[in-house]
């Protein structure tokens, strides 16, 4: 089983800066098989980047993935305040499992 | 516009059995792998289940093996996840989600979820 660690645990920043989250893997991921998702309360987690790189359908160009292997970053270029969310990492080349999450808040 | 809407939840006693189910909408259900997610209360998102699009084939994490069994109905468009020998810490809202590439098959992410629907073991 791979096992995701993300980091750090919660993120405070403001309107318009820069967020940088990151989730490294416990062995390296195949064909860089990571996702991105965000979670609001009461709703459902959204799709944000699929492929380590690739955006979604309808996904602002301000979010941004990167890496391979084992090291895998999510940027968010400038926050908006409708960004602040939990976010999670998913790795889908051998089997499934998510990091527990990054949660970014308003400072 | 694809819609997956769960159905299903409620409260029920360690030991028993449960039903979800997951209708879905919107674009050619059977071609795709199908997945259940599921949240326990203050938690993160676990994987719990998938079925193939292509084949029969399905996967469990080992938690609820033996205990869970995923089904899909593409008559119907409908997913499904029999629960059974239900236990306290399988609480949780649970999530229906589309594969979100063909190609990819089951090792694919989740390109569209449900509302979800919450299951609650409690005596």
């Known amino acids: 089983e791979i096992v995701l660690t993300q980091s750090p645990g919660t993120l405070s920043l403001s309107p318009g800066e820069r967020a940088t989250l990151s989730c490294r893997a416990s062995?390296?991921?195949?064909?860089?098989?990571l996702a991105w998702y965000q979670h609001k309360p009461g709703q459902p987690p959204r799709l944000l980047i699929y492929?380590?790189?690739s955006r979604a359908t309808g996904i602002p160009d301000r979010f941004s993935g990167s890496g391979s292997g084992t090291d895998f970053t999510l940027t968010i270029s400038r926050l908006e305040p409708e960004d602040f969310a939990v976010f999670y990492c998913?790795?889908?080349?051998?089997?499934?499992?998510f990091g527990q999450g990054t949660k970014l808040e308003i400072k | 516009e694809v819609q997956l809407l769960e159905s299903g939840g409620g409260l029920v006693q360690p030991g028993g059995s449960l039903r979800l189910s997951c209708a879905a909408s919107?674009?050619?259900?059977?071609?795709?792998?199908m997945n259940w997610v599921r949240q326990a209360p203050g938690k993160g998102l676990e994987w719990v289940s998938s079925?193939?699009?292509?084949?029969?084939?399905?996967y469990y994490v080992d938690s609820v093996k033996g205990r869970f069994t995923i089904s899909r109905d593409n008559s119907k468009n409908t997913l499904y996840l029999q629960m059974s020998s239900l236990r306290a810490e399988d609480t949780a809202v649970y999530y229906c989600?589309?594969?979100?590439?063909?190609?990819?098959?089951?090792?694919?992410?989740?390109?569209?979820w449900g509302q979800g629907t919450l299951v609650t073991v409690s005596s």
């Open positions: 989600a589309k594969a979100g590439s063909v190609f990819l098959g089951e090792l694919s992410s989740f390109d569209y």
């Open positions: 919107g674009f050619t259900f059977s071609i795709y792998a």
């Open positions: 079925f193939s699009g292509s084949d029969d084939g399905t």
């Open positions: 062995q390296s991921v195949s064909s860089r098989s």
């Open positions: 492929g380590a790189s």
């Open positions: 998913h790795q889908y080349g051998s089997s499934h499992s």
